[in-house]
């Protein structure tokens, strides 16, 4: 019968307890290969190229900067033209594309009206509405180098006499390429 | 009491033999060596011009810097869809994300003010943002953005940092702000 030879196992065991607590002891190492580049930024506050300013209807009140406009109008059950609602001046020897866009509203079905920028000569239909709907056409008008240009409510009715509607644009200014500058116009329709 | 000069002799000499064994052990080392082989490689990873690029930017030589010349109006948004593109010029994949290093002038100075943010917006080469990194204020206070979580880049991809400013109304024309932001590729 084989006998155990306890001394020579208990020799294997510390052995194997040994190794066991050196491989636990080995910390392995993970990395990852990166690199780091750099963006430095300045932003300068400068004269914005465009300005609104009071047109000759004197509707407007114009806020801080030139850079944002509310228009206040009545309207009433007989159709009324504002043609000189907001002037929208160009102080720079550039052209550029404008046109409004709608990005809030409230109460619009209390008019009917189309809002128009306009030269005197030429214009542009930018925003519709009509029975609480409104349509944007989204097409851009040239504002030339220098130049003034104006903002037109056009056939103003009141539907529902009670409360104000309310439309919120941006004037966006497309300066060449993808680079444009949006000036909050608020139209108020009591 | 008589002493034992053998004995102490002995005695000596062991003790410094032992001191002997104890210095000579104490300097045995050994070496091994590295060989580290350094190639210069255009990083995989870098700046590109986009259609929008802000007149008076500059682009480092090797796209791995970029210092972009951006305007703010008092009160209206000023909007760079396409400044700066970051391009993967490599075959496979690469991630990356936007860590904000350092702003000037810092929280506590009273021109702070006159911003109200500037953000960056990383969107893919079909314009679907994928991650923002704003700047806004509070007072005379920056907030600054939090690390980007790491994005994926595809291969031979091009993506966009799209850009938007605006400052307070009533803002003091002239004044700038200094932004620093890393971009770690990995």
Redesign the interface.
């Known amino acids: 019968m084989l006998k155990p030879n306890f001394k020579k196992t208990g020799f294997l065991c510390f052995g194997y307890f040994i190794l066991l607590v050196l491989v636990n002891n080995i910390e392995s190492v993970n990395g990852n290969v990166f690199y780091t580049m750099e963006i430095q930024a300045a932003s300068t506050i400068s004269v914005s190229p465009v300005e609104l300013q009071n047109g000759t209807d004197n509707l407007s009140i114009i806020y801080a900067n030139n850079t944002s406009a509310k228009i206040s109008v009545d309207a009433n059950s007989t159709s009324i033209n504002y043609t000189y609602a907001l002037n929208i001046k160009n102080n720079n020897d550039t052209s550029f594309l404008v046109r409004l866009e709608n990005f809030n509203s409230s109460n619009l079905d209390k008019i009917n009206t189309t809002i128009i920028l306009h030269n005197s000569n030429t214009s542009r239909t930018q925003i519709s509405i009509v029975g609480g709907s409104l349509n944007e056409t989204g097409e851009y008008y040239n504002l030339t180098s220098l130049s003034t240009i104006y903002v037109k409510i056009e056939n103003l009715t009141e539907n529902i006499q009670s409360g104000t509607a309310y439309l919120y644009t941006y004037l966006r200014v497309k300066i060449p390429d993808s680079t444009y500058i949006l000036y909050v116009i608020t139209f108020e329709f009591r | 009491m008589e002493i034992n000069l053998r004995k102490t002799v002995k005695l000596v000499f062991l003790l410094f033999a032992s001191l002997l064994i104890a210095s000579a052990s104490a300097a045995v080392y050994y070496a091994i060596t590295m060989e580290p082989s350094v190639t210069i490689q255009n990083?995989v990873?870098?700046?590109a011009q986009g259609?929008?690029w802000?007149s008076g930017s500059t682009l480092g030589t090797n796209?791995?810097?970029?210092?972009?010349?951006?305007?703010?109006?008092?009160?209206?948004?000023?909007?760079?869809?396409?400044?700066?593109n970051i391009s993967n010029t490599d075959s496979a994949s690469h991630q990356f994300r936007?860590r904000h290093?350092s702003i000037s002038p810092a929280s506590g100075d009273s021109s702070v003010s006159?911003?109200t943010f500037?953000r960056?917006v990383v969107k893919n080469s079909s314009g679907v943002a994928q991650a923002s990194f704003n700047y806004s204020t509070s007072g005379d206070t920056w907030t600054t953005p939090s690390t980007m979580s790491y994005l994926t880049l595809p291969a031979s991809t091009e993506w966009i940092?799209y850009?938007e400013?605006k400052?307070a109304?009533?803002?003091?024309?002239?004044?700038?702000?200094?932004?620093?932001?890393?971009?770690?590729?990995?």
């Open positions: 990083a990873v870098q700046f259609s929008d802000p796209g791995t810097w970029v210092s972009l010349s951006l305007k703010a109006y008092p009160n209206a948004t000023l909007i760079y869809e396409e400044p700066l936007l290093v006159n911003f500037i960056f940092i850009v400013t400052a109304a009533g803002a003091a024309s002239g004044l700038s702000v200094n932004i620093v932001i890393a971009v770690d590729v990995q």
